[in-house]
């Protein structure tokens, strides 16, 4: 009795259908957490920015340019900035930006008033 050539590959066919099906069903429910993921790490971003510290905030935004101890960069130092602006003052720099180096709005709202009050300090 001879055995049939085909039922192997048929065997294969199947075997791989289901597989992509498989793997479709876990792809579909990792875009669905990462959709979810995305949706509510925006939420999550922003609270965890108004509960950081105003140093925190300044490390993560501002050091880059003004240094990680307020001596400078490109970014001017900072070490007695309150000495020469008020809180108002460097707030509305943080917000709006100041000349062509100082973007404007790398924090908005309480955070930069938390971040201008901190600086403010600084005499």
């Known amino acids: 009795m001879r055995r049939n050539p085909v039922i192997p590959f048929a065997i294969i066919a199947v075997l791989g259908i289901v597989a992509m099906i498989i793997v479709s069903a876990a792809g579909i429910n990792q875009r669905e957490a990462i959709q979810n993921e995305e949706e509510n790490g925006g939420e999550q971003q922003q609270e965890e920015t108004a509960n950081a510290n105003p140093e925190e905030m300044f490390q993560s935004q501002c ?14 130092n900072l070490t007695e900035v309150g000495s020469r602006y008020s809180a108002e003052e460097i707030q509305d720099i943080i917000v709006n930006g100041k000349g062509s180096a100082m973007p404007a709005g790398l924090y908005t709202g309480e955070d930069a008033a938390a971040v201008a009050e901190w600086l403010a300090e600084k005499k």
């Open 63 to 76: 050091a880059s340019c003004h240094g990680g101890n307020l001596e400078g960069g490109t970014g001017p």
